[in-house]
């Protein structure tokens, strides 16, 4: 069967692409960074616990109190992408969803299990004893299912010739294993995450130190060594994820090809430079070229996209009928959105500082 009769017709749009791509990869790009410190701070702490036999450490209460705060605005900030994304590649991203459906769906129920630990870990991590560990475990787990399923639903959202064993199968329980890119890309996705959780810990320590808290400086120090080692492990694991695509993401006689290459080597030195900084202990210098990495990186991530549906699919096909005040009044409320946000997050920063808030 040819797997081009499965794609369905895409909607048209109010407005050029090139909107929704920009705003696509925006908020894209502060979902990952905050998931990252989500589930790096998590995987982190739970490290630490486990380390200690169990006993409550400060760094492991420090992360608890923050971890539900970091749940509710990974997610939060996941809707905006999703919104976008379903504009832009819909019609695939609807396919691979129904596909894996069941599988999903149970993101909801992990992120429901994920939090309630997390609310658990912070009401009570004094008096948990013995089950400190496996409570983290256990939300650590959850979030990292989900992220895993994420992987999945959005490697087999671009790989339409996958689709046609729904025939065989027609459960809603179709995961994408057999595609070579998907674990080094998800392992890619994490070992980021640990890293970065690693530096929010060093930056969370340098704004003590700052303070006037000399102890601080050990945190300094343990947060940029995860950064340091974690990024450095993913140096090969993104080779490997390099190594598995596809010939037509490497081919460099279509530009998309050769804009993949330059990106990839801009962000490869970036990544370097940041290992440097933080192996140095610098955690400013470490932050801004992370940062800039991790947006080329999503630029690589998006041109991949590009890569594996031309054959089917290209972005500039999609029908505009012009309709600007929807997408003006989208901007208005997110603009306004990002401010609140923003306040609310230096309110609940005070607070949790300050040591008053029960989240
Ligand atoms: C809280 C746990 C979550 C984790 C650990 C997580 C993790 C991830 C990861 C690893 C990716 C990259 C996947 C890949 O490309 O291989 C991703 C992408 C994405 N996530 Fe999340 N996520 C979480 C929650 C959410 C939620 C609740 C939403 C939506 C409401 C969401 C929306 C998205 C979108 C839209 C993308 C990709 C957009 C695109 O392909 O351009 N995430 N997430």
Redesign the pocket.
Same mark, same amino acid.
């Given at each position: 069967m040819n797997p081009a009769a499965l794609i369905p017709t895409p909607d048209t749009l109010q407005v050029p692409w090139g909107w929704f791509q920009v705003l696509?990869l925006l908020t894209?790009f502060l979902? =990952?960074i905050l /998931?990252n410190v989500?589930?790096g701070s998590g995987v982190i702490a739970l490290v630490n616990l486990f380390r200690a036999g169990g006993e409550p450490t400060p760094l492991a209460r420090d992360i608890s109190k923050k971890l539900p705060f970091a =749940?509710a605005f #990974? $997610?939060n900030f @996941? =809707?905006a992408?999703?919104l976008? $994304?379903q504009v832009l590649y819909g019609n695939f991203l609807y396919a691979s969803s129904v596909l894996m459906a069941n599988f999903w769906l149970l993101?909801v129920a992990f992120?429901i299990i @994920?939090y309630y630990l997390a609310y658990i870990l912070d009401y009570r991590f004094d008096t948990l004893h013995n089950s400190r560990v496996p409570i983290i475990g256990l939300a650590v787990a959850s979030?990292?299912t =989900? @992220?895993f399923l /994420?992987?999945n639903n959005? #490697?087999l959202m671009q790989r339409p010739e996958a689709w046609t064993r729904y025939f065989d199968r027609p459960t809603g329980l179709l995961l994408n294993l057999s595609d070579p890119t998907l674990i080094p890309?998800?392992l890619h996705?994490?070992v980021a995450?640990i890293a970065v959780g690693g530096l929010s810990l060093a930056l969370l320590g340098e704004w003590r130190v700052r303070r006037g808290d000399p102890g601080a400086a050990a945190a300094v120090r343990s947060g940029c060594n995860w950064f340091a080692y974690a990024t450095i492990v993913n140096f090969g694991i993104g080779f490997w994820f390099f190594g598995v695509l596809p010939r037509q993401v490497h081919d460099l006689s279509h530009f998309s090809g050769v804009l993949i290459a330059v990106l990839l080597v801009v962000a490869i030195i970036l990544g370097a430079f940041s290992v440097i900084y933080s192996l140095q202990a610098r955690v400013m210098p470490t932050l801004y070229t992370v940062l800039a990495a991790i947006f080329v990186m999503l630029l690589v991530?998006?041109l991949v996209?590009v890569a594996y549906l031309r054959p089917y699919f290209s972005l500039a096909d999609l029908e505009v009928v012009p309709q600007y005040s929807p997408l003006l009044l989208f901007l208005v409320i997110f603009v306004a959105g990002l401010a609140l946000i923003g306040w609310m997050a230096r309110l609940a920063w005070r607070a949790v500082t300050a040591g008053e808030v029960r989240s």
């Open positions: 696509l894209l979902h =990952i /998931m989500m589930l =749940i #990974t $997610v @996941g =809707i992408p999703l976008f $994304v993101i992120l @994920g979030l990292l =989900i @992220g /994420m992987s959005f #490697t890309r998800y996705f994490m995450a991530r998006d996209r």
